[in-house]
């Protein structure tokens, strides 16, 4: 499917073609500070090339939990996040979806650390909810 988002102020803006396989609620500190809620929304991964951005974005790169780097874009006039990437997969990127254009493009399946919830964030009743990231095959 198509997809296209962008920042608030629409400096940075994404489109691509892709049908992203992992679509999760995340309830991890990094993404509580950076969702701006009790949580983040990420999708993905859809090949960084594949990805045409308006212009290159600031990144932040911090390490998680799992020893990965993960650097996190953002535009660096309106400070919105817009997309990340994660040590484990290089050359992919994944999308936040509170940057879509279609906000309902969006079909979360999971949520991840549910463990790390605030009570003001519960996790949904109607999605699988695991304490940390599920097991990975
Ligand atoms: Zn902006
Ligand atoms: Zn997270």
């Not at 969702?35 to 960084?48: D, T």
């Not at 990805?51 to 390490?63: A, D, H, K």
Request: aromatic share 10%; charged share 20%; net charge negative.
């Amino acid at each position: 499917m198509r997809i296209s988002g962008g920042c608030l102020c629409g400096e940075v803006r994404f489109e691509c073609e892709a049908d992203p396989q992992f679509q999760i609620r995340c309830y991890c500190a990094d993404c509580r500070k950076l969702g701006g809620a009790g949580h983040a929304g990420w999708m993905g991964p859809v090949a960084a090339d594949a990805l045409s951005t308006s212009r290159e974005p600031q990144w932040f790169v911090s390490r998680a939990d799992s020893g990965n780097e993960v650097a996190r874009a953002f535009c660096p006039t309106c400070g919105v996040g817009v997309f990340g990437r994660n040590g484990m997969m290089p050359g992919m990127v994944f999308l936040r979806p509170s940057a879509l254009d279609d906000p309902e493009a969006f079909a979360p399946q999971m949520s991840v650390y549910a463990s790390r919830a605030p009570s003001w964030d519960a996790p949904p009743d109607h999605l699988p909810a695991f304490p940390q990231m599920p097991p990975m095959s």
